[in-house]
């Protein structure tokens, strides 16, 4: 053996077992995240029976028991939510995942807390025994186990479905219609002025959208554009939508419009805040659209142009401070809705990202015990948390400024604050 040899076979020696060395620090952090997901479930699960054993006494008469029931839930969710700065709706889809799997696959659980699994696995089998009769799940389960405990989460997602398919006694007709009443688009915001469109909807439609993009993409290319593809197929998408290009329409004009174009369609009642300096065109400071965010002047100003009712918000540039809400488009007493609803941006309650124009306007202090109707006194909150502010245990105290202090029926404190100016 030569001595370059030699250093090479020590060098793997080394490599090899400092590797082993992570690798098993790996596995151990994986096991240990595993044993605490399943604390969670099983925590998540005790809170929502609790929520439920004590509705009659938690929550008002005056609600139906079906009502109670719900608003008991969700109370409990909210200052679950509150107390780690987690959006109530996670904490709600957590909750009933942790009912799944406490309740109907307690295998899978015990997996779980024994570190053979990790969570991802346990939700990709909770995911498919939602819908599987109580019939078939001791089956589905006795399978799809095995499965889970020696594959990644993708491969047994994968089988899970194959698995859940062959055992189900209800047809995929029938499941399939009960499932299409679910279809919706969702919109999620991003950086930098760009945001997602999720569709929900049926398998065929969604295939036969994605084909047609492809195919508009495809010709708009082979005509010389050079825009890439995924830029071809956005485009596509935004040009069916909003301009309603048919197929023929396609095929008479093989390029297809740039997003610049298809923004001249666009035809909403908008309330953009801009910039004093920005709307004179000497700086570059963004503007903001509602219900999403900062944008650039040039958009903000394009999309205003084609806007049938528009409400130009002025602000002084170095304090933020509103100098103009367009008066022209109030009626009494929208010019106090408009402003307090321009403070608040979302719903005040912590964590929640409704945004203001669907919130109520409540009344901090109730008018029937003396609260006034002004801005120091109202608050956008949606309707989910406007109800639950008058549950017992709830308190709000609504500070100089428009700070809200609330209080948690575990007795924990939450403030919340109106959003900042924007620039």
């Not at 479905?161 to 991003?190: C, Q, Y």
């Not at 290319?221 to 048919?246: I, K, M, W, Y």
Request: proline share 7%; hydrophobic share 40%; net charge negative.
């Amino acid at each position: 053996m030569t001595e370059t040899t030699l250093t090479a076979t020590l060098v793997g020696d080394e490599y090899a077992a400092q590797l082993a060395e992570f690798s098993d620090e790996w596995a151990e952090l994986h096991r240990q995240q595993a044993v605490l997901d399943a604390r969670k479930a099983r925590l998540l699960a005790r809170s929502a029976a609790y929520a439920d054993a004590f509705a009659d006494a938690t929550v008002p008469a005056m609600f139906p028991p079906a009502e109670r029931l719900a608003l008991s839930r969700r109370s409990t969710c909210a200052a679950l939510a509150m107390a780690t700065r987690t959006p109530e709706r996670t904490i709600q889809r957590a909750t009933n995942d942790a009912e799944r799997l406490v309740n109907d696959a307690p295998a899978v659980l015990e997996s779980l807390e024994a570190g053979r699994i990790s969570v991802r696995h346990a939700q990709v089998i909770t995911d498919q025994l939602c819908d599987v009769p109580t019939a078939g799940r001791a089956v589905f389960l006795e399978q799809v186990l095995p499965v889970a405990e020696n594959a990644t989460a993708s491969y047994l997602r994968h089988r899970a479905r194959v698995l859940r398919e062959r055992l189900h006694p209800e047809s995929i007709t029938a499941r399939s219609k009960r499932s299409e009443a679910d279809r919706r688009v969702e919109f999620e915001p991003a950086a930098d002025g760009m945001a997602w469109v999720h569709l929900f909807t049926t398998a065929p439609i969604a295939q036969g959208i994605a084909e047609r993009i492809e195919a508009a993409a495809a010709e708009s290319r082979a005509a010389g554009d050079t825009r890439t593809c995924a830029q071809l197929q956005a485009d596509a998408l935004a040009a069916l939508a909003l301009t309603g290009v048919t197929p023929q329409d396609v095929m008479s004009s093989t390029v297809l419009p740039h997003p610049i174009e298809v923004q001249e369609h666009i035809k909403p009642t908008v309330q953009i805040t801009v910039p004093a300096l920005s709307l004179a065109g000497v700086s570059d400071a963004p503007a903001t659209l509602d219900g999403y965010g900062p944008i650039d002047p040039e958009t903000a100003a394009r999309i205003a142009v084609n806007a049938p009712s528009f409400t130009r918000i002025l602000v002084q540039p170095e304090s933020g401070a509103v100098l103009s809400v367009g008066r022209n488009q109030y009626r009494v007493p929208a010019d106090l809705q408009r402003a307090v609803r321009l403070r608040d941006g979302t719903c005040r309650a912590p964590g929640c990202g409704r945004r203001a124009r669907a919130c109520d306007l409540d009344h901090s202090v109730a008018w029937e015990d003396g609260g006034t109707t002004g801005v120091g006194n109202l608050a956008c909150l949606c309707r989910h948390h406007h109800r639950m502010k008058h549950l017992p245990g709830w308190n709000l105290d609504h500070g100089p400024g428009g700070v809200l202090d609330w209080t948690t029926p575990d007795g924990k404190h939450h403030r919340t604050e109106p959003d900042p100016a924007p620039f």
